[in-house]
């Protein structure tokens, strides 16, 4: 069985300064990882996968993000926000035909 | 190409009555999805079509019918609603049924009365 956690369900930040997103899996296998946003009544846009190749994965938008295997982790972070960034994000574990998404973490930027 | 189109965008029942939610995709792809986005607890898959000719449960089907007409399309068929069918629902597609991104369309919002 697989499963993800997203550790916050709502972070705020101010714009120009860091942003991280934290998301922790548990899967039996090597999995597939990626991370969408969901803009408000928007569907779902794919910002970066992890795929067994290189452990930073770099996305749209100036996210990137980290595998690592030793703490079943694959937060999202990015250097300066932007008001555009506001949204929701999810994380996605994939293994074999199934997806299994975390259950969100909405971000605001205040100006 | 327009991606993963979604039909209608909205849409209100009264319990008891029958739906189809129509989905369509141009990108020639083998996988289709149907998910529910329920607050607080992300998207769960409804059912999906790895290709075409095939259809199987996912993990809340209970309730839901679905249809792969041909590779474009992939319908998802309310018998009976209930409030608890109150959702949006997103429709996905993907080139292959293991690890490739999924793509979405923009969701259909669903209210049961």
């Known amino acids: 069985a697989q499963s993800v956690t997203q550790l916050d369900s709502h972070v705020s930040v101010s714009e120009g300064t860091p942003v991280l997103l934290r998301c922790n899996y548990s899967s039996s296998y090597s999995p597939s990882l990626f991370w969408y946003v969901q803009h408000p009544n928007k569907g779902l846009q794919l910002l970066l996968k992890y795929t067994s190749a290189a452990t930073l994965v770099k996305g749209i938008n100036g996210f990137e993000a980290e595998f690592k295997k030793s703490e079943t982790s694959f937060h999202l972070t990015k250097p300066s926000a932007h008001m555009s960034d506001a949204a929701e994000y999810f994380c996605?574990?994939?293994?074999?035909?199934?997806?299994?998404f975390g259950a969100g973490t909405t971000v605001t930027v205040r100006a | 190409n327009a991606g993963v189109t979604q039909t209608p965008k909205f849409q209100v029942l009264k319990t008891g009555q029958s739906m189809t939610l129509q989905c369509a995709q141009d990108?020639?792809?083998?996988?289709m999805y149907w998910y529910r986005q329920d607050p607080g607890m992300g998207l769960r898959l409804i059912y999906y079509?790895?290709?075409?000719?095939?259809?199987d449960k996912g993990e809340v089907p209970n309730g839901y019918n679905v249809s792969r007409l041909n590779k474009r399309e992939f319908s998802l068929r309310l018998e009976s609603a209930a409030p608890s069918q109150t959702s949006v629902y997103f429709c996905?597609?993907?080139?292959?049924?293991?690890?490739?991104?999924?793509?979405f369309g923009p969701g259909t919002r669903l209210t049961v009365l």
């Open positions: 996605v574990v994939s293994v074999s035909y199934k997806l299994s």
């Open positions: 990108m020639n792809h083998n996988s």
């Open positions: 079509s790895a290709s075409e000719g095939t259809t």
């Open positions: 996905a597609s993907s080139e292959r049924y293991r690890r490739d991104e999924q793509f």
